[in-house]
């Protein structure tokens, strides 16, 4: 699985939009991106995932750059209960599933 | 929420007894992981498995075995505890059948301390 690369902490004001960024420069043509969020004291929670389209779900939008290198994790009205550490991870999506490792992350603090 | 619990939520214990953690889902999903978290190191890969009595290493094995008798239930037992297996643990699930990626819903964690 490709490495991955997250700034160690960001702020966000709340009501406005987060924008976590992540870098896998090595990437695989067959590597999903995944996002995770924990929130303190609980399990990771599944945010979003792609290839190489741009997503949205209720939670977030991810953008991913056309060489995929690099994506971005948009929370597009940050609030208060969205402080948690964001996990950004790149792993081939198989029937061999999951074997995979989630690095430090990013610490976002949303202030009011 | 997918159904996982994870038993027990705290263990204190000490250094050479053995320790069981439980993870049990009700959602009948074929992949199960266990994993630890340390500050500094993120989420690790103990074990997994991919169904019943079926498992394989992760990225920290060493210490530890597991076993899947049943689909809801994988164990995870440190046969002789060391300070150094002092973590959060936690499990995970992945949806069935397989498809084009691998969503993973998380268990609430068990805090192990080995004194």
């Known amino acids: 699985d490709a490495k991955t690369t997250q700034p160690p902490s960001m702020d966000c004001a709340e009501g406005r939009a987060a924008n976590l960024p992540c870098n896998h420069s090595?990437?695989?043509?067959?590597?999903?991106v995944y996002w995770y969020r924990q929130i303190h004291s609980q399990g990771p929670q599944y945010i979003i995932h792609g290839l190489k389209n741009n997503e949205t779900n209720e939670m977030a939008s991810l953008i991913i750059t056309e060489d995929r290198k690099s994506s971005t994790l948009i929370l597009p009205h940050a609030t208060l209960r969205d402080t948690a550490v964001y996990y950004c991870?790149?792993?081939?999506?198989?029937?061999?599933?999951?074997?995979?490792?989630f690095g430090d992350g990013t610490t976002l603090t949303v202030k009011p | 929420d997918a159904g996982i619990t994870q038993s027990p939520r705290h263990k204190v214990t000490e250094t050479g007894t053995p320790v069981t953690l439980r993870c049990h889902q009700t959602?009948?999903?074929?992949?199960m992981y266990w994993y630890r978290q340390d500050p500094g190191h993120g989420l690790r890969l103990i074990h997994y498995?991919?169904?019943?009595?079926?498992?394989d290493k992760g990225e920290v094995s060493d210490g530890y075995s597991v076993s899947r008798s049943k689909t809801e239930d994988f164990l995870l037992t440190l046969e002789s505890a060391t300070s150094s297996q002092t973590s959060v643990y936690f499990c995970?699930?992945?949806?069935?059948?397989?498809?084009?990626?691998?969503?993973?819903?998380f268990g609430p964690g068990t805090r192990l301390t080995v004194l």
């Open positions: 991870i790149v792993r081939v999506a198989s029937t061999n599933a999951g074997k995979s490792t």
């Open positions: 995970a699930i992945s949806l069935t059948p397989p498809s084009s990626y691998n969503e993973q819903f």
């Open positions: 959602e009948n999903h074929r992949y």
């Open positions: 090595t990437i695989s043509g067959n590597e999903y």
């Open positions: 498995s991919y169904g019943v009595k079926d498992t």
